[in-house]
């Protein structure tokens, strides 16, 4: 069983900065492509950004310049700095990783998402 645990998220006010974490635990041989994306309400799923093993980047036009993506693969772990925050970055912020367990199964599985919220 693999899990994304997410963590970081909170309330902040426009133009500052919160860090989420994303750790995958479980029966883990690699962890590939690691991502986030976001939902707000009444919209539909969205990409923010991804890293890869090799850590090529790739991030959404609306966070280019805000928010960093990186990895850290001795400890599994990904990050998200989010800086100069917009009310309209106000969604929950969801991890995303394919993963290739032990058998040699790869599969993509999903954070239980962690709450974003920037209002002043």
């Known amino acids: 069983q693999v899990q994304l645990v997410e963590s970081g998220g909170g309330r902040v006010q426009p133009g500052g900065s919160l860090r989420l974490s994303c750790v995958p635990s479980?029966?883990?041989?690699?962890?590939?492509?690691l991502g986030w994306y976001r939902q707000a309400p009444g919209k539909a799923r969205e990409l923010v950004a991804t890293?890869?093993?090799?850590?090529?980047?790739n991030y959404a036009d609306s966070v280019k310049g805000r928010f960093t993506i990186s990895r850290d693969n001795d400890k599994n772990t990904m990050y998200l700095q989010m800086s100069s925050l917009k009310p309209e970055d106000t969604a929950v912020y969801y991890c995303?990783?394919?993963?290739?367990?032990?058998?040699?199964?790869?599969?993509?599985?999903w954070g239980q998402g962690t709450q974003v919220t920037v209002s002043s």
């Open positions: 890293i890869t093993a090799g850590g090529s980047l």
């Open positions: 479980g029966s883990i041989f690699s962890v590939n492509v």
């Open positions: 995303n990783g394919v993963i290739e367990t032990p058998t040699g199964l790869r599969h993509g599985y």
